[in-house]
């Protein structure tokens, strides 16, 4: 039996976005073209920017919205940028030119209402059978973990910048 | 404050080696130089290899042992051959050639008494304060997360193998 997983990567830990860029080289590496479509702006730098260069357009990196930040103050204009960016990982979905869709931190617009969790799962459930997802972001709804095939949570159980060392080139980012 | 770090990725869940792969491209994105040090033969597969055949020898891979199982016949001779890649390790942190060392699934070796935890986190304790190093793999020992800066608990919360898909191409591999 081989078929397209819904994958998660969820939960307060470090690592999330980090598993999916490995998976996306990964797959990358194998020539199958991947699209990680970035959902809160600004969680990959120079570091990340410079290594998808690396795949000759094999991984094709998009950012959405202005940065959802769940403390806007235009609720309203949160919603509509949030569903413009949905209808954009959608299109890459059903255009059945990628091996996997890597969709980065995009349980916070489900988390934070932006986006109604069930239209969302039943157009997953709808897709090509054969096409991965992932799914990467803390506080995944129930909902999603029920639907998935594959969901890890990564556990924060220490973390340096609570002691006081600051993020690193190459490190956090 | 800015100082080398002791990073772990430990758990039963997946994506402990693939976030280290992530944070080796990423760093190498920054073209700074990775040692990933593979303690399990057989963790990489072509779709790694090929990533890290893009980033024009700033990865270096070595492959050690034989695939240690923690169910060998010969507990002497699997000693032997820890040692021997312990050291190996040792000499890529010392050397001061690499911004991060990933020990892949190092803690198996800990863990079934293959190598004495003590003296390693002695030899991570005095090592070049900028040396980042990152240790994968489950069953972390307790002293090793009280020794680490960041600790990440890959938790499994489902997975696909248990309901009867086989690992894929691009995805598992």
């Not at 969302?120 to 029920?146: K, M, S």
Request: charged share 25%; net charge neutral; aromatic share 10%.
């Amino acid at each position: 039996m081989q078929k397209g997983l819904l994958i998660v990567y969820t939960g307060d830990g470090k690592g999330k976005t980090t598993a999916a860029l490995g998976m996306a080289m990964r797959a990358a590496g194998h020539g199958l073209p991947v699209c990680f479509v970035q959902f809160i702006k600004g969680s990959w730098h120079y570091g990340e920017l410079e290594a998808v260069k690396r795949f000759d357009g094999l991984i094709d990196l998009h950012v959405m919205g202005r940065g959802f930040t769940w403390k806007s103050e235009d609720r309203e204009e949160d919603a509509r940028l949030a569903r413009q960016a949905w209808d954009f990982a959608c299109q890459a979905v059903d255009s059945g030119r990628y091996h996997t869709v890597v969709l980065d931190e995009f349980t916070y617009l489900l988390h934070y209402g932006m986006l109604a969790v069930e239209p969302c799962l039943e157009f997953l459930a709808r897709r090509n059978p054969d096409q991965h997802v992932v799914i990467t972001g803390r506080y995944a709804p129930e909902a999603l973990i029920g639907a998935a095939d594959l969901v890890t949570e990564m556990r924060m159980i220490k973390h340096p910048l609570k002691s006081g060392v600051r993020a690193q080139r190459g490190i956090e980012f």
